[in-house]
């Protein structure tokens, strides 16, 4: 059974750190591409980091870039999300999803577009005083 598992979130005060795991089971991260996506209350799911597990290379989206670090464990088929300085307006559901890594599309595409055939179910994530 395919299946994307997330789990780290917590709620924490601004100015915290979290580490953020995406573990997957009946299927090999190596050739995928691993997104992390976050969906805010009342907000559309936007992308935050993706990664070409193969070769490691990482994508940051804005929001993203400078504070949070994508990283993998092919020995565990897990990818981690280390999110640094967290603040109220991180405060979401974080959601991991993956697909097999197409090169043509470049990472840009995949950490843009929530296009993916699987889903973990999310873990939540509250930045607060």
């Known amino acids: 059974q395919v299946q994307l598992v997330e789990s780290g979130g917590e709620m924490v005060q601004p100015g915290e750190s979290l580490r953020l795991s995406c573990a997957a089971s009946?299927?090999?991260?190596?050739?995928?591409?691993i997104a992390w996506f976050r969906q805010a209350p009342g907000k559309k799911r936007e992308g935050v980091s993706c990664?070409?597990?193969?070769?490691?290379?990482?994508y940051y989206l804005d929001s993203a870039r400078g504070r949070f670090y994508i990283s993998g464990d092919n020995a565990k088929n897990t990818v981690y999300l280390q999110m640094n300085n967290l603040s109220p307006e991180d405060t979401a559901v974080y959601y991991c999803?993956?697909?097999?890594?197409?090169?043509?599309?470049?990472?840009?595409?995949?950490?843009?577009?929530?296009?993916?055939?699987?889903w973990g179910r999310g873990t939540l994530v509250i930045v607060s005083a």
């Open positions: 999803a993956s697909d097999p890594f197409v090169p043509d599309y470049g990472l840009e595409y995949y950490c843009k577009n929530p296009q993916y055939t699987q």
């Open positions: 009946g299927f090999t991260l190596n050739s995928s591409v």
């Open positions: 990664m070409s597990v193969g070769d490691g290379s990482p």
